[in-house]
């Protein structure tokens, strides 16, 4: 039970950090198209694609790679779940809105999917190398003695 919540919290992680990355794509086309050009608010729209793109990638990527370390995958791998997860999403689009936008849909998920994997993976190793993942009462902090130092403050 308790992986499961860690996944699932981790999942909507990286569709939060997604749907940031979107919707900062969608205030550039709102910045280039002009306000007044569309009914839907493009940056709301682009975070909430960015959203469910990532948690489709996360899920991917859990079957996919099942255990593996972020230290133990590649980024060509990575990117290429990426955008196996922005062709299913544009898939998904398409069932919404017509399946004549594949094309066009889909290579352009596919590659925003790609760049957000890539940049995910990025993080995950940045973070990883510095290490902030998976740092609880045990990790860095205890052992620079600052977490130490503040529990015998407080006592």
Known sequence: MRTLVRRLRGAVGIGLAWGL?????????????????ADVP??????????IAGMIFA????????????????????????????????GV?????GAESIPVLGSIFALAGAACASGSLALAR???SRGELGAGMDGPALR????????????
Do not use: C, K, T, Y
């Not at 859990?62 to 593996?68: D, N, V």
């Open 144 to 155: 620079d003695g600052a977490a130490r130092e503040l529990l015998e403050r407080r006592e």
């Open 59 to 90: 899920g991917i990527l859990g079957l996919a790679e099942g255990r593996r370390r972020f230290d133990q995958m590649s980024l060509p791998r990575f990117a290429g779940w990426g955008a196996v997860g922005g062709l299913l999403l544009s």
């Open 21 to 37: 990355a979107w919707l900062g794509a969608g205030l550039v086309l709102l910045a280039i198209v002009g306000p007044n050009a």
């Open 93 to 97: 689009m398409a069932l919404a809105i």
């Open 42 to 51: 493009f940056p709301l729209f682009f975070g909430f694609l960015g959203f």
């Open 126 to 128: 940045r973070a990883s």
